[in-house]
């Protein structure tokens, strides 16, 4: 299960040295150390992730982070985990509330996805409406909408309009230049 269909050659003998291939079904502190010292590698990584803001967290070492397009089918949760993507909730639920359910015969657990309809209805709204919030960290501004479209201000006057559309490996690099950068993403719940 990649993210993207692969173009990249499934075994790249430019990592044969690392004992490792960039493979996005698995992000662990190994493929990351690999990245630190390897740009190849973390290039063709990032290629292989398609959430920018999967390969954000991943770059900072956070354990999850946030998917508003796809809100999990079962707990209709936004947090997922880095590493293999799987919804955050439903593995720390998992093997408690939902084996105590199993246990008495109940069905596991589900929220009425009538009520995220009705979020995700209000967000558009307030969207519309002009409505967002704004916080500057250090040399960076940034504006985030209830959409979850993060604007951002950086210091030479460039305005990135959706910094979820840019690159993963490019926000790392970012994050590396402008550490307030990664504060702004905390705060924006990417991670
Ligand atoms: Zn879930």
Redesign the pocket.
């Given at each position: 299960m990649t993210d993207k269909p692969t173009r990249q050659p499934r075994h790249d003998p430019r990592f044969v040295l690392h004992a490792a291939q960039p493979r996005a079904n698995k992000l662990d502190a190994r493929q990351r150390a690999i990245c630190k010292v390897d740009p190849a590698f973390a290039d063709a990584l990032s290629a292989r992730v398609n959430d920018p803001r999967r390969f954000a967290a991943f770059a900072v070492g956070a354990t999850s982070y946030i998917r508003m397009a796809e809100p999990?089918p079962?707990?209709?949760?936004f947090r997922r985990r880095v590493r293999d993507r799987s919804?955050y909730?439903?593995h720390l639920n998992r093997g408690r509330d939902n084996f105590e359910r199993m246990r008495a015969g109940l069905s596991p657990h589900k929220l009425r996805s009538r009520d995220s309809q009705l979020d995700v209805l209000s967000r558009q709204r307030r969207e519309k409406a002009g409505e967002f919030l704004e916080r500057t960290f250090g040399s960076v501004t940034v504006k985030l909408f209830p959409s979850g479209r993060l604007e951002v201000h950086y210091p030479d006057g460039y305005v990135e309009p959706d910094l979820g559309k840019v690159d993963g490996r490019r926000v790392w690099e970012l994050m590396d230049m402008l550490p307030e950068l990664r504060d702004a993403l905390i705060w924006a719940r990417w991670f």
């Open positions: 999990c079962r707990c209709e949760g919804c909730a439903c």
